[in-house]
């Protein structure tokens, strides 16, 4: 069975840190390129970054670039978003995707229409 599990969510104080963790299974994730997306309350969802498949290539939107990293394990076949100096607009629900397809990095980044698989997502709430 095919399936992305997000973990580490909870509650966390502005400026504090806190990582999410996606563990992949049924399927491996060398062959993925990772996006994380969230969705706020009474809001669409929407992409927040990325990471090619070799780790070599990774994107960040502007509003968690400098605070937010992706980075991936493929030998443990799972990623994990670290995010530190967090704000209260922050507050979502954080989801990690996968995409298989043989697209140029540049052309799946935050796009929600490259991405084959989703996990259930992973409630974040920031506030002191």
């Known amino acids: 069975q095919v399936q992305l599990v997000e973990s580490g969510g909870g509650l966390v104080q502005p400026g504090g840190s806190l990582t999410l963790s996606c563990a992949a299974s049924?399927?491996?994730?060398?062959?993925?390129?990772i996006g994380w997306f969230r969705q706020a309350p009474g809001k669409d969802r929407e992409g927040g970054s990325s990471i090619s498949r070799s780790a070599g290539s990774t994107y960040y939107a502007e509003a968690v670039k400098g605070r937010f990293t992706i980075s991936r394990d493929n030998a443990k076949n799972a990623a994990s978003r670290q995010m530190n100096s967090p704000k209260p607009e922050d507050t979502a629900v954080y989801y990690c995707a996968a995409s298989r397809r043989n697209l140029p990095f540049r052309s799946i980044l935050d796009r929600e229409s490259a991405y084959d698989f989703w996990g259930q997502g992973t409630q974040v709430t920031v506030s002191s």
């Open positions: 049924g399927f491996t994730l060398d062959y993925y390129t």
